[in-house]
């Protein structure tokens, strides 16, 4: 039996408290960031808007702004701070490749906000292994990213 991807308000705690761990030391951009983010989960913030707010709060933290999009609607991701380092590889996750196994496609994110919170390597590597078995290919890419990280 396969595990339940994280519903959307889960994942996007797990997304908030990564953010504030981030900002541990800036109160009020945390704040900023959690309104914002309260804002637009509760389509109380337009996409435009949401995508703006996004990248001036986490500017310099790609690793934070890519995840971000995982809230978007499909079809739309925000474009990464060009300013901030980005790693030399990176693992491209697409939607279009997943669009019969959304299950698939929403549970990467969940495991990898979690390693984030609380895995350790050993963990992701389990977890990501049994997620992508029908994707041997995609599987070895990010198994070589994971294991230079």
């Keep these: 039996m396969r595990p339940l991807p994280m519903p959307r308000h889960e ?3 797990r997304y908030v408290k ?3 761990e981030l900002f ?3 109160k009020d951009k ?3 960031f959690h309104q914002f983010m309260n804002d637009f989960l509760n389509n109380r913030t337009g996409l435009v808007t ?4 996004a990248r001036e709060l986490l500017k310099r933290h790609n690793n934070l702004l890519s995840l971000f999009s995982l809230f978007l609607q499909q079809g739309y991701c925000i474009t990464l701070d060009k300013d901030a380092p980005c790693p030399e590889k990176t693992f491209r996750w ?3 490749r997943f669009r019969n196994e959304d299950h698939v496609y929403r549970s990467f994110p969940d495991i ?6 609380t895995l350790d390597t050993n963990e992701v590597h389990a977890k990501v292994s049994f997620l ?3 994707h041997p290919d995609l599987f070895k890419e990010f198994e070589s990213i994971l294991l230079e990280a």
């Excluded at 949401?50 to 707010?53: D, E, G, M, Q, S």
């Design 132 to 134: 992508l078995k029908d």
């Design 30 to 32: 945390y704040e900023m």
């Design 94 to 96: 697409d939607r279009e």
């Design 112 to 117: 990898m906000v979690e390693h984030g919170m």
């Design 24 to 26: 541990d030391d800036e």
């Design 11 to 13: 994942l996007a705690d």
């Design 18 to 20: 990564a953010v504030k």
């Design 50 to 53: 949401a995508c703006v707010r």
